[in-house]
């Protein structure tokens, strides 16, 4: 009777654009998440489709026909510019709102919405009706070269470089040529080069409110896997540290889902975990005291899906690790 009680009190929740990689992942974790119920999931293209997902089927209806009346939270998981309609229509009907686009992230045109980089911002997520969910790969970056920024460790004025290997899911499931296997498989390149990703703009609103003083030079690679982030990213330091891991261990202690390794983590390590796996090693050879940060996460968990279901479980009041893995 007990279990049967938990299980049809679970808290409604739908998710918008369901068919993409981050929307199924979202559906995944939902169905495999103590408290939380799927209520709807919406996919236009594919409309009365019906897919199996972590042992479940979902069927998708079109967005326009979602009760969002029924959820208590929605996921917006729309493509970029498309989704901020249904954010404010889903707030309309007295849902709350993790939004997974970049429509409502610092950096891109709309200010005062809470940005759920968890381990950074919780406070300003937990309770709150919105919240912009980040992008991938400001969430490898940004959690990565916080305790160096917070600290004012780096020298004024410097640039941090940071060279990120993604999966070609991070690109979403729209049929592009150059995602074909054909052009993937045994190939890595850089993409958008010359400083210009839109993931930058995110970036630096966040630096700048942190109040960093240092420029950042990110540059994105495509591997030929399907998931996970590696970034490798070097800081010009004002002194050499003592404990180079100390920074990490000070600001993360406690945090359930930033692991701090003794050895350079890999993708295999991090693939299907809400986990950030952080190494930092003292560079050899420079002028300057110099520090290699590296970082590994899967951008569709920890850097899409799963930072969202960590952000809902706060806005609804509920354990921050409930329904994911670390």
Not at 213 to 234: M, N
Not at 251 to 272: K, M, Q, S, T
């Amino acid at each position: 009777m007990h279990d049967y009680a938990f299980r049809v009190n679970r808290i409604p929740v739908g998710v918008l654009g369901a068919s993409g990689y981050a929307g199924r992942e979202l559906c995944a974790l939902i169905h495999r998440h103590p408290a939380l119920q799927l209520s709807f999931a919406t996919a236009n293209e594919q409309r009365g489709q019906t897919v199996r997902v972590q042992g479940q089927d979902v069927t998708f209806i079109a967005t326009e026909d979602a009760p969002l009346g029924d959820a208590e939270l929605v996921f917006s998981s729309l493509p970029h510019g498309a989704s901020r309609e249904w954010v404010e229509a889903s707030q309309a009907a007295g849902a709350r709102v993790v939004d997974l686009s970049a429509d409502l992230r610092p950096g891109n045109g709309c200010e005062g919405v809470p940005y759920g980089m968890t381990e950074l911002t919780r406070d300003q997520v937990r309770g709150k009706p919105l919240v912009a969910n980040p992008g991938c790969y400001p969430t490898s970056i940004l959690l990565a070269l916080a305790p160096v920024i917070e600290r004012k460790l780096a020298v004024e004025g410097s640039a941090m470089v940071a060279n990120s290997a993604s999966g070609v899911t991070g690109a979403g499931n729209s049929a592009k040529r150059e995602l074909l296997f054909g052009e993937v498989a045994d190939d890595y390149r850089a993409y958008g080069v010359g400083n210009t990703h839109r993931h930058l703009n995110e970036m630096r609103a966040m630096l700048t409110r942190m109040e960093s003083g240092t420029d950042l030079v990110f540059t994105p690679h495509l591997l030929p896997v399907a998931r996970g982030i590696l970034s490798s990213i070097t800081v010009e330091l004002k002194a050499s540290l003592a404990n180079p891991f100390e920074p990490w261990e000070q600001r993360y202690a406690g945090e359930p889902f930033i692991e701090l390794v003794n050895a350079p983590p890999r993708l295999h390590d991090v693939v299907g975990r809400n986990a950030v796996q952080i190494f930092v090693q003292p560079l050899a050879g420079t002028r300057r005291p110099m520090l290699l940060v590296l970082s590994a996460i899967d951008n569709l968990v920890k850097g899409a899906a799963g930072q969202a279901i960590q952000n809902a479980n706060l806005m609804l009041d509920l354990d921050e690790t409930a329904g994911l893995l670390s």
